[in-house]
């Protein structure tokens, strides 16, 4: 087994087996040297396409697992290196007492949907920071993209198909809750089941803002995207990582400040 990340430059026998194991699977990295070169490279790439992984062109946990050559696909957790002090730079607006109390539930949620490595750390906070800036679970308020100039409240929610609602009073009964501000009826349906003790969300979708159920959404919501947003943040589409949670690029200065700055604070870890 090997225990990896192999990437560009690494020239060791762990090398050879991965070019071996590549060229045994039908993606040759032309000569068998023990030297990752570019042929590796595109080797690597070509096989993580194949196999829905991120091509990223490194053999990490779960390149090397799928090519029978790691017992484990976990990716190392940047939470260790995530502390209130770190995060309070991430958010330098936000009472640090949001952050200490709110925190250790949202990065036990990662944990728990097994998105703790470092892009989907920086994600989860950057998104915390774009949507809730006060890092506590809130409700939607009223605004011209929600509520009509004459309308009741959320009216340009109710027969939003895409959303799942289904006329008045579904606007405002789903209206955006929590971190990730989860909004419709499709998605209060869909996640109050995932969590880790299910939720009747549309019965009673007040529970989304609850901190604890808050963070779970959060954690449940990037995970059912994660190879999305890794090639969004691969190709350096921040705004594209941005949509694929928000349905748009609202909050995108945030958003790309808080994942800046937790960039440089959190230590780099392995690749898929």
Same mark, same amino acid.
């Given at each position: 087994?090997?225990? $990896?990340? /192999?990437?560009? #430059?690494?020239?060791?026998?762990?090398?050879?087996? !991965?070019?071996? %194991?590549?060229?045994?699977? #039908?993606? =040759?990295?032309?000569?068998?040297?023990?030297?990752? @070169?570019? #042929?590796?490279?595109?080797?690597?790439?070509? &096989?993580?396409?194949?196999?829905?992984?991120?091509?990223?062109?490194?053999?990490?946990?779960?390149?090397?697992?799928?090519? @029978?050559?790691?017992?484990?696909? %976990? /990716?190392?957790?940047?939470?260790?290196?995530?502390?209130?002090?770190?995060?309070?730079?991430? &958010?330098?607006? %936000?009472?640090?007492?949001?952050?200490?109390?709110?925190?250790?539930?949202?990065?036990?949620?990662?944990?728990?949907?097994?998105?703790? +490595?470092?892009?989907?750390?920086?994600?989860?906070?950057?998104?915390?920071?774009?949507?809730?800036?006060?890092?506590?679970?809130?409700?939607?308020?009223?605004?011209?993209?929600?509520?009509?100039? =004459? @309308?009741?409240?959320?009216? /340009?929610?109710?027969?939003?198909?895409?959303? @799942?609602?289904?006329?008045?009073?579904? $606007?405002?009964?789903?209206?955006?809750?929590?971190?990730?501000? !989860?909004? $419709?009826?499709?998605?209060?349906?869909?996640?109050?089941?995932?969590?880790?003790?299910?939720?009747?969300?549309?019965? +009673?979708?007040?529970?989304?803002?609850?901190?604890?159920?808050?963070?779970?959404?959060?954690?449940? &919501?990037?995970?059912?995207?994660?190879?999305?947003?890794?090639?969004?943040?691969?190709? #350096?589409?921040?705004?594209?990582?941005?949509?694929?949670?928000? $349905?748009?690029?609202?909050? /995108?200065?945030?958003?790309? +400040?808080?994942?800046?700055?937790?960039?440089?604070?959190?230590? +780099?870890?392995?690749?898929?």
């Amino acid at each position: 087994m090997i225990a $990896g990340p /192999l990437k560009q #430059g690494d020239n060791d026998d762990d090398v050879r087996t !991965l070019q071996q %194991t590549l060229a045994t699977h #039908g993606f =040759s990295p032309g000569a068998i040297d023990g030297m990752f @070169g570019q #042929g590796t490279v595109a080797a690597v790439m070509a &096989f993580q396409k194949s196999e829905g992984l991120l091509p990223d062109g490194i053999a990490g946990p779960r390149t090397l697992s799928a090519l @029978g050559l790691a017992d484990s696909t %976990t /990716l190392p957790s940047a939470i260790p290196a995530v502390s209130v002090q770190i995060v309070s730079q991430i &958010f330098p607006v %936000t009472p640090i007492g949001n952050i200490k109390s709110n925190l250790p539930s949202v990065l036990s949620a990662l944990v728990q949907s097994r998105i703790s +490595d470092k892009p989907m750390v920086l994600m989860a906070l950057a998104t915390v920071r774009a949507e809730v800036e006060c890092f506590e679970p809130i409700a939607e308020g009223e605004s011209r993209f929600n509520t009509s100039p =004459s @309308g009741h409240a959320f009216d /340009l929610y109710d027969n939003r198909k895409d959303l @799942g609602n289904r006329g008045a009073p579904d $606007g405002a009964a789903f209206k955006g809750r929590g971190y990730v501000q !989860l909004t $419709g009826r499709l998605n209060y349906q869909t996640y109050g089941p995932k969590l880790s003790t299910p939720v009747d969300l549309v019965s +009673d979708p007040d529970r989304a803002s609850d901190p604890t159920v808050a963070a779970e959404l959060l954690a449940l &919501f990037l995970a059912d995207r994660e190879l999305a947003i890794k090639k969004a943040l691969l190709a #350096g589409n921040m705004a594209m990582a941005r949509q694929l949670v928000n $349905g748009g690029t609202n909050g /995108l200065d945030r958003f790309e +400040d808080a994942f800046e700055r937790g960039s440089s604070l959190i230590p +780099d870890l392995a690749a898929d």
